[in-house]
């Protein structure tokens, strides 16, 4: 383990941690400041606590996978950057850290897997002839935690990616390929699902152009027909999803699932479209596009992540486009309309405090956003008090949803405030330092 690992940014006695009885007394206070907007915190806290969020697991390795390899290959347009020691090595160590990670935090979860995460027992198995049993134990594991699955094609880091396309080669063979395993993950969902209950499994590929794309139309068509292919057979109760993005590394002039592309696909097909946050212009608002949107496809998927700069898939935090979606979400009452996940890899920094800090803030942003007391602020819209509704906005922010949030903590029984830190520092020095 390097030097500078998490004991020494635990907070242990520089920070005193919070007792029970400061967040009650704190809480009492922050029920009546609320109540007075016309909020009722204990029913904010017990559907905040219900929502599921899917917590993905590839920010335990770096996007590595499991796959025994015969040689390697380029990233496929996603990249973790950082060295932090402890990544997970297999299986066994990615259900550890989440095992561990689950004690800091709060409310109902899901476990959000790639097709690379397969157990095959060491044999080589290729992606297209992947089964529900190469998952096996991820079921299993999930089974006896009650968490549910959430599944992905890994349609990335694999040598049958073909001048940077997939599903929308000009190449037969190459869509064979990626057909077949998206059918095969299918399977896998539905098998997740009728064990675990709805699991998403969602399709993003990066095919795209690095500079001067010649032909736009092509690989889109190409990409309808094999899409069409994957969907062709009902394989409820899995949810299909698709991802739309941007650009990505090397192929900046040209995304084939573009957000119009998949958007309408979604919509004329029966599919759910997914919105990562880091997979739009970067003054675009996707909180503007749940009520679009959603007036049209039953569901969405949302990925939360942070982009800076770029889609640079950062660990989520409580930003404004977090906010902002949390509270389009809640305000539109479409919560349950939007299967709620995460997606970020930073490799630079202990990886199940990621997960600790990411997976608690969107809990924190849906719990935020059900203490908004949205009805005065419509109520000012519509009586034309503009500046109502400013200071409402402005007020919002002085509201003491901090304590609202410890209340919620200290009910779920995890740690409130930053009390998780020193137990994330002690699972380093257990588990994660042996991994070096
Ligand atoms: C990539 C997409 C996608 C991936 C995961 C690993 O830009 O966001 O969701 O991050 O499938
Ligand atoms: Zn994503």
């Known amino acids: 383990m390097a030097t500078k690992g998490m004991s020494a940014l635990a907070m242990g006695a520089a920070v005193a941690p919070l007792k029970a009885r400061q967040i009650e007394a704190a809480y009492k206070i922050a029920k009546e400041r ?21 917590v993905h697991c590839w920010q335990a390795d770096d996007v590595k996978g499991l796959e025994v390899k015969d040689g390697a290959t380029d990233g496929g347009g996603i990249q973790a950057t950082g060295n932090y020691p ?39 198995v290729d992606r ?10 991820w079921i299993d594991w999930a089974a006896s935690r009650k968490l549910g699955l959430d ?19 000009e ?4 869509r064979a390929f990626w057909i077949e395993h998206c059918i095969a993950c299918r399977k896998i969902g539905q098998a997740m699902a009728r064990r675990l209950g709805p699991c998403v499994t969602n399709i993003w590929i990066a095919d ?27 394989m409820s109760p899995n949810v299909d999803a698709v991802e739309s993005k941007l650009f990505g590394i090397g192929l900046e002039d040209y995304t084939v699932g573009s957000n119009e592309f998949y958007l309408l696909y979604a919509q004329s097909r029966g599919a759910v479209p ?10 675009e608002s996707v909180a503007d596009k749940l009520s679009g949107a959603l007036s049209f496809v039953d569901k969405l998927l949302i990925h939360a992540s942070r982009p800076i700069r770029w889609d640079s898939d950062h660990v989520t935090r409580l930003n404004d486009d977090v906010k902002a979606v949390c509270d389009e979400a809640v305000r539109g009452n479409a919560v349950d309309r939007i299967y709620w996940a995460l997606d970020f890899f930073d490799a630079s920094i202990n990886r199940v405090a990621a997960w600790a800090i990411g997976s608690r803030t969107v809990r924190k942003g849906l719990l935020r956003a059900m203490l908004e007391p949205h009805a005065l602020a419509v109520k000012a819209e519509y009586a034309g008090n503009g500046a109502a509704k400013l200071a409402l906005a402005e007020y919002r922010e002085e509201l003491p949803f901090g ?24 699972y380093e020095r257990k588990v994660l330092a042996e991994r070096c």
């Open 34 to 54: 609320f109540a007075a907007l016309g909020v009722n915190t204990d029913k904010a806290i017990r559907a905040a606590l219900a929502v599921p969020i899917s």
């Open 86 to 124: 402890g990544a997970a090595r297999n299986g066994d160590e990615i259900r550890a850290d989440f095992d561990f990670a689950l004690t800091l935090l709060p409310g109902t979860w899901k476990f959000n897997l790639h097709a690379m995460y397969a157990e095959t027992g060491g044999k080589r």
């Open 128 to 137: 297209n002839e992947l089964t529900p049993r190469h998952f096996a134990r």
């Open 151 to 169: 599944f992905n094609p890994t349609c990335f880091a694999h040598p049958m990616v073909k001048d940077g396309l997939t599903l929308s080669s």
């Open 171 to 174: 190449d037969k063979g190459v």
């Open 208 to 234: 795209g152009r690095k500079d001067a794309t010649a032909d736009r139309w092509g690989p889109r068509e190409r990409l309808i027909g094999s899409l069409d292919k994957v969907l062709a057979r009902k």
């Open 274 to 283: 997914c919105f990562d946050l880091g997979h739009f212009h970067l003054t």
């Open 403 to 426: 304590a609202v949030w410890d209340y919620l903590c200290l009910k779920a029984g995890v740690p409130a405030g930053l009390n998780w830190l020193d137990a994330v520092a002690g």
